[in-house]
């Protein structure tokens, strides 16, 4: 084993697209129960465009290298006493990562956070299932708690974690709204049995009150502000708001996280109704076993075409910069992968 050289992009500090830059770094041979992995694909997610602005919460320091998801190939690794019996040089793994760094050709992991790709998966498309659909099924079955029939409400639905809810939320037999504005989100939220409503002209506290006088069992916000409060009031007795929000006002993002944060746990305080935070990065921290049967299981859906990531469109590494103006500029919709050559 020798050290790699490789590319990869560093926001070298918090600002536009242009603090983006690819530089050579090279990686050092893995400490024990790590592997090398040379990344073919990494999914881009709003997150990374926050946290290259400065605002988000969990990624307070520069420089760093954006990015929570990845697929690629082992390269080699250190094993020590829990390295599994299917890890070989070669093998295709995806990883959600606890701490953003996917958007480069090589990385080191822990051998805990790596997970087999089934036989034939495209790794384009498996970098686009770790965040969005580990979050939906936070959002769902960790904080949601649902059952077949109950009805929810997706703020955010044609968005990368909204789809991903749709297409669960409709596998386990739930009755769905979902607010969105983009042209084309009528007939696509319709494709997952999700009835839109268009948060630019209509308040969707309204829509519910009329539509589902007896309350929701869920709400599923990253809005934030005023929404929280809107939310937990279209709620039906038992049921639970869950806020999946690192989101606010452009300049304010991370002062209005935390006090969303904080609103969503005091209204927890009061009866007959839940809040809950879901917060991926630390969820998975918290359960190694759990993430990897989770994403396994998920991956394995891709893989018979139970859950179709709808990738808008791929880019290089090196086009990192160009691809996050665009989606500032909304030039691009939908999810976006890296590839590295
Ligand atoms: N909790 C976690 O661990 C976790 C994990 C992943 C992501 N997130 C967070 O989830 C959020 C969404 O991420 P994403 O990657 O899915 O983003 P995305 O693909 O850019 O989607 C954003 C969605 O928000 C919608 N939207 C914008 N303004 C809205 C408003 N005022 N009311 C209702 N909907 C509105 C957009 O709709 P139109 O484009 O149709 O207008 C779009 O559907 C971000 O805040 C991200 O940080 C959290």
């Known amino acids: 084993m020798r050290e790699i050289t490789y590319r990869k992009v560093v926001a070298e500090r918090f600002g536009g697209s242009d603090v983006l830059r ?10 024990p129960g790590h592997a090398r992995v040379r990344v073919l694909a990494a999914g881009i997610g709003f997150t990374d465009l926050m946290a290259r602005s400065g605002d988000y919460l969990l990624q307070r320091r520069t420089p760093f290298t954006p990015g929570y998801e990845l697929a690629g190939e082992v390269v080699d690794f250190t094993v020590d006493s829990r390295t599994p019996a299917w890890l070989r040089a070669g093998a295709r793994v995806a990883a959600a990562l606890t701490k953003m760094a996917a958007y480069s050709e090589f990385i080191t992991l822990p051998l805990w956070q790596l997970v087999p790709l089934p036989e034939g998966l495209d790794p384009h498309l498996a970098s686009a299932v770790p965040l969005d659909y580990l979050t939906a099924i936070s959002l769902l079955d960790t904080h949601g708690r ?3 029939g109950d009805t929810v409400l997706i703020q955010g639905a044609s968005g ?3 789809q991903a809810v749709g297409t669960l939320g409709r596998l386990r037999g739930l009755r769905m709204y979902g607010t969105a504005s983009s042209s084309g989100s009528r007939e696509a939220l319709a494709r997952h049995g999700v009835t839109f409503i268009d948060y630019r002209r209509e308040d969707f506290e309204v829509v519910l ?4 006088p007896d309350g929701v069992q869920a709400v599923f916000d990253h809005i934030g502000g005023n929404n929280l409060s809107k939310g937990y009031r279209v709620l039906a007795p038992g049921g639970v708001l869950v806020s999946y929000a690192f989101s606010g006002r452009p300049g304010r993002m991370v002062g209005d996280t935390v006090r969303g944060a904080a609103r969503v746990k ?4 009061q009866p007959h109704r839940r ?16 993430y990897r049967t989770a994403l396994g299981n998920l991956l394995d859906m891709a893989k018979r075409g139970a859950i179709t990531p709808q990738i808008a469109a791929t880019f290089p590494l090196a086009k990192a910069a160009d691809v996050h103006a665009a989606l ?14």
Do not use: C, Y
């Open 266 to 269: 005091f209204m927890n305080l």
């Open 209 to 212: 009150r009329e539509r589902e």
């Open 275 to 290: 809040t809950a935070l879901s917060m991926v990065p630390r969820e998975i921290k918290a359960d190694h076993a759990g």
């Open 160 to 162: 990368g974690v909204g």
């Open 22 to 31: 690819t530089v050579q770094a090279t990686l050092p041979v893995p400490p």
């Open 146 to 148: 649902l059952r077949t």
């Open 328 to 341: 500032e500029r909304r030039e691009i919709t939908g999810k976006v992968v890296l590839t590295m050559s």
